[in-house]
């Protein structure tokens, strides 16, 4: 292999990780990785208000484990509701409100989410089929409340998902499989 290259990688990996470090530090906080994992049935309910109205929206809503990546282990629970879904082109936009349901507390944080179709058939290392990709992210603070630790916490949230609709047409009792990778920067 061409040595130049492989300085090139180190280097581009080295500045990658520094930055990510730094984001976290220019914020003061802690990083919190969480993965949602698991199939859950959809189930209505209302969300803190969105539309600034004072009045709780709708949302459709799925429980599944909470997995701390480092390890592998459920550290929790998680509720993850839509609401607002809106076709746009192949995808959706959709505004979702994660509940993180931990020991040390529980988290409630918002973004504005894109869905997309794979392009490219996708299944993970568990063999679960993936029929869609998720994303989300902002700047601004994405925590809506918290309890326990995370009482009065402010921060930000980066969404990158993956998730199974193929048995869901958006009736209560349909399960979605998730596979979503929550990184959250507390101030």
Known sequence: MNIKIVIIAVISISLGLSSAVSAA??????????????????YERTVPDIDGDDVDDPAICFDVDLINSKNGQQVGTATDCLSNITPIGSGLGLV????????????????NTTVQPVTHGITTADGQLITHVTGAAGTENAILEGTGRFRNSTGTVRLSGMVDMTNFAGNPGEPIAFDCLFVIILD
């Open 96 to 111: 979702g409100t994660t509940y993180f349901n931990l020991p040390q507390g529980n988290l409630v944080t918002r973004g």
């Open 25 to 42: 530090d220019k914020k003061g906080g802690k990083i919190l990785v969480m993965n949602l994992v698991g199939s859950g049935a959809m």
